[in-house]
């Protein structure tokens, strides 16, 4: 079945650093790729997707190209800021209900 | 423009109690869907909605129940809780499954079995 594999954290970083947060995937087909993300208390919020291979998500600073070669969709941030402290989820759509497979999250805290 | 907002935010049960977990959404939106969280496991689909009146069962279904009513209302129905519940649980919700639209979340519902 479809899965999605994600590096593990917690990934500690200091402010300014580059981020980077590795995501495989399994899957039949070409599924629609998401990475979402989780601050403290709250729910999940989509930060960016691609639909197709070699499209490329962006939002916030955040970029992540839809590699289908390498079956990747790596997160990646150039500057991060404390305020981008939260668990990221990468997750694919498995099938036109709009169902969702998540990869198990990967907490990044960056410090001062 | 509240979204999705569910109730209670917190919950302890005792083993072998029920409750319903509220949902509502006032976005209009088609599409709804029930989510457990548990540490380091990602997101689990328990039920999903596609339209008022039509519920289709996720990866992780039993112990659970949903009704969908209302296109507004998607409440989750844990019957006989055992402790393997605890976690939190997300309700979601869409416009549609296509592509460009995404699943909105609520805040979640932290509730502990014991």
């Known amino acids: 079945g479809d899965s999605v594999t994600q590096m593990e954290g917690p990934v500690t970083l200091s402010e300014e650093a580059f981020l980077t947060i590795n995501c495989t995937y399994t899957?039949?087909?070409?599924?629609?790729l998401f990475w979402y993300v989780q601050y403290p208390g709250e729910g999940l919020q989509l930060l960016l997707k691609?639909?197709?291979?070699?499209d490329k998500g962006s939002n916030k600073g955040f970029e992540a190209t839809y590699r289908k070669e390498t079956t990747s969709f790596h997160l990646e941030k150039g500057s991060v800021q404390v305020s981008d402290s939260a668990v990221y989820f990468c997750?694919?759509?498995?099938?036109?209900?709009?169902?969702?497979?998540f990869g198990a999250g990967t907490q990044v805290v960056v410090t001062p | 423009n509240a979204g999705v907002t569910q109730t209670p935010k917190f919950r302890i049960l005792k083993i072998g109690q029920s409750m319903t977990l509220q949902c509502t959404q006032d976005?209009?939106?088609?599409?709804m869907y029930w989510y457990r969280q548990d540490p380091g496991m990602g997101l689990k689909l328990i039920y999903y909605s596609v339209g008022a009146g039509i519920t289709d069962k996720g990866e992780v279904p039993n112990g659970y129940n949903v009704s969908r009513s209302t296109t507004e209302d998607f409440p989750l129905r844990l019957e006989l809780a055992a402790p393997s519940q605890t976690s939190v649980y997300f309700c979601a919700s869409s416009r549609t499954s296509g592509d460009s639209y995404e699943q909105y979340f609520g805040p979640g519902t932290r509730l502990t079995v014991t």
């Open positions: 976005m209009n939106h088609n599409y």
């Open positions: 997750a694919l759509r498995r099938d036109s209900w709009g169902k969702l497979q």
């Open positions: 691609a639909t197709k291979a070699d």
């Open positions: 899957a039949t087909g070409y599924p629609s």
